[in-house]
């Protein structure tokens, strides 16, 4: 099978990385310096939990230098930067050939093919010219949910969390069990990463969004993790406040996550303390990915009449800092202040 992955950061680096030692044909989409470091030496996945290192030469080139058909794209790219590269990327799929979209937050294509009055809905902060819907081929996609905490350390190095809850969930976007989730959960399996196949992914991608809706925004903005968030008296009411609305938005689809606010309040009392992929682009001066995150669960809010205050108020805020970061050019980093 000849397998793309169209973006190179964490998730994608981590996931060609491990494609490539277990011997599949797998090419990597990377640019900037993560192309030069992959390009020109191997790629480092470090665990962060046993400090365990697995390196490896990757086949690697820039959009625009792929050989396709591919008949399996897995796409690595945050949702915010899919639009610009959505009709290219639908374009280096075979015929018969099956997309992977493995994106945080909620997904542009979350009302499509749903036994649902509101099947077909755009969310406007997702694709609100419809785009994204004219570029893919529905019956070419399978939504996924990536569990799988990871941190573009350096170019060419990843460090993973290395969690035993870790996996990749895959779904098709009518809930049918199909062959070809199979056969996508056989190879990466097979690389190392235990994949689940569910008959709603959706269900899983609330699960997530509980996470994603209020600790990427509230991170990016008190520079925090998740386990601080919970750790401060403070932050820990607003942390459940905002859990509470997600919760009720996901039940006004018809949707009750498995993980509740309070289960999820646990959850991240444990969890390996690593910055949100939305407080690593606060550092690194990149745009934030809210609209997914954030923004899309305030739009599902308004279409059902759900109160939202509080992920409206930090949404806000993040927005601002989002704005001052593309605006002004600035990345945003601690740094030790003499006593």
């Not at 981590?14 to 044909?25: Q, R, S």
């Not at 745009?287 to 109160?307: K, M, Q, S």
Request: charged share 20%; hydrophobic share 40%.
């Amino acid at each position: 099978m000849k397998i793309l992955v169209f973006g190179a950061g964490a998730i994608g680096g981590y996931l060609g990385g491990i494609l490539t030692a277990a011997g599949a044909d797998v090419t990597l989409v990377a640019r900037g310096a993560q192309y030069e470091a992959l390009a020109g030496g191997e790629l480092v996945l470090e665990s962060a939990k046993s400090g365990r290192s697995l390196s490896t030469r990757v086949r690697v080139c820039k959009q625009g230098n792929e050989t396709p058909p591919y008949e399996l794209v897995f796409v690595g790219l945050k949702a915010h930067h899919l639009a610009g590269t959505a009709k290219h990327i639908a374009g280096l799929c075979s015929s018969s050939g099956t997309i992977v979209l493995p994106q945080n937050g909620i997904p542009w294509w979350y009302f499509e093919k749903l036994d649902t009055p509101l099947r077909g809905t755009r969310l406007p902060s997702l694709d609100p010219d419809g785009e994204l819907a004219k570029a893919f081929r529905l019956d070419s996609l399978v939504g996924g949910v990536a569990y799988r905490p990871a941190d573009l350390v350096k170019p060419g190095h990843i460090r993973y969390a290395d969690q035993p809850t870790d996996r990749l969930v895959i779904g098709e976007l009518d809930n049918r069990l199909t062959p070809r989730l199979q056969t996508i959960a056989s190879v990466v399996g097979a690389a190392g990463w235990p994949v689940t196949t569910t008959d709603d992914i959706r269900g899983f991608k609330w699960s997530k969004q509980m996470s994603n809706a209020v600790f990427n925004p509230l991170g990016a903005i008190t520079q925090s993790t998740a386990l601080d968030a919970v750790r401060y008296p403070k932050t820990r009411r607003v942390a459940t406040d905002m859990l509470r609305e997600v919760f009720s938005v996901a039940g006004s689809v018809g949707v009750v996550p498995e993980m509740t606010p309070e289960r999820m309040i646990e959850y991240s009392e444990k969890r390996v303390s690593m910055l949100s992929s939305t407080l690593q682009d606060v550092r690194a001066g990149r745009e934030l990915e809210l609209d997914a995150l954030v923004n899309a669960v305030i739009d599902i809010a308004r279409l059902t009449n759900t109160p939202v205050p509080t992920l409206e108020t930090v949404a806000a805020c993040a927005a601002l800092l989002n704005r001052q970061i593309v605006e002004d050019r600035v990345a945003i980093v601690p740094r030790p202040v003499n006593a």
